[in-house]
């Protein structure tokens, strides 16, 4: 079990702070509230009437972060980031800045009863929100093309037919229904090789778990709502943990810093479109050694921000 106070490690804090540029009386949506690690900072600098709204469908997180906002200007919203428009609109507010922390929060890795994890046993589960289909489901029901599609998609996994077809023939005999019991037949189907040079199970149960909970259909809808629901001004700041997340966001970014988009032979604009919003910073921000050293999750993370110019 994860202990009380550790249940989740805010990455990037301070420069997710920075990028917010959090304003004490502003307005501001967290979309992945997971512990409350970074909803607590942002809060706490509301100290002129602002007031931040912190979601996630996760509701062990609404329970963790309840105790971290606790006397703060802060709402909890027990929902999926992708009804945050709805969130504001109905509060009839914008935002002067928008955080969404995308992928598993520590808590739902160390968990074992959440089964995301591939060194210990769990039931296979997966779900965030602790609805819906789970990873067994999937992995018991789905045919071997289409389980092969999703290894290969969301996973970006180079032997992801040999490890759907050792799904497939050990359904057969009994359901796969265990986390370890996934990892061994993902073992099993890719070459010795690979076994030697590091766990080869990180791929496929990435995969799996973007299935279970629709997580780049959620992103992409939330990328347009997000923009959409900032005040002039107002930032959107993100973290990512994968490439296909992360390419997801820049090229979101990139069209909303788009200005002319006249033919390229034309010798002047005719066009008149305007940037909507400004990169706040042109490539991706990563965690300083010290973090790396304290944090090893924090490796693999990106911070993208836009700078809201126009309404759209």
């Known amino acids: 079990m994860a202990e009380i106070g550790v249940y989740h490690v805010p990455i990037m804090l301070n420069e997710v702070l920075s990028d917010l540029d959090v304003k004490p009386d502003g307005i ?59 969130v504001l609109s109905g509060r009839g507010v914008k935002a002067d800045g928008i955080l969404l922390d995308l992928g598993v929060s520590s808590h739902e890795l160390d968990e074992d009863s959440r089964g995301f994890s591939y060194h210990r046993d769990a039931p296979l589960d997966m779900r965030m929100s602790q609805e819906g289909r789970t990873a067994a489901d999937l992995v018991n029901t789905l045919t071997e093309d289409e389980l092969s599609r999703i290894i ?12 759907a077809s050792q799904i497939a023939a050990a359904r057969l005999n009994k359901p796969v229904e265990t986390t370890l019991e996934l990892a061994e ?70 069209e909303w ?31 300083s050694a010290e973090e790396l050293a304290a944090n090893s999750r924090s490796k693999s993370a990106k911070l993208r921000a836009i700078e809201k110019l126009a309404e759209i």
Do not use: W
Request: a positive charge; proline letters at 6%.
């Open 28 to 86: 501001y949506l967290d979309g992945t509230a997971g512990g409350g690690g970074h909803s607590r900072a942002i809060a706490e600098r509301l100290t002129q009437g602002g007031m931040l709204y912190a979601m996630d469908q996760d509701p062990d997180a609404i329970s963790e972060a309840g105790k971290r906002l606790a006397g703060l200007p802060a709402e909890l919203i027990h929902a999926n980031f992708t009804s945050l428009g709805t």
């Open 152 to 163: 290969f998609q969301y996973g970006e996994e180079k032997y992801a037919r040999q490890i």
């Open 185 to 254: 037949l993902i073992k099993k189907a890719v070459p010795a090789k690979v076994r030697r040079d590091k766990n080869p199970c990180k791929k496929t149960f990435q995969a799996i778990r973007i299935a279970v909970n629709d997580e780049l259909n959620c992103l992409s809808a939330a990328l347009q709502t997000a923009f959409a629901s900032l005040k002039p001004g107002g930032r959107l700041v993100i973290l990512t943990f994968h490439s296909l997340e992360d390419r997801m966001v820049k090229q979101a970014f990139a």
């Open 257 to 287: 810093c788009r200005g002319c988009i006249c033919p390229p032979e034309f010798p002047v604009c005719v066009c008149g479109h305007k940037p909507a919003g400004r990169l706040v910073h042109r490539k991706p921000l990563t965690a």
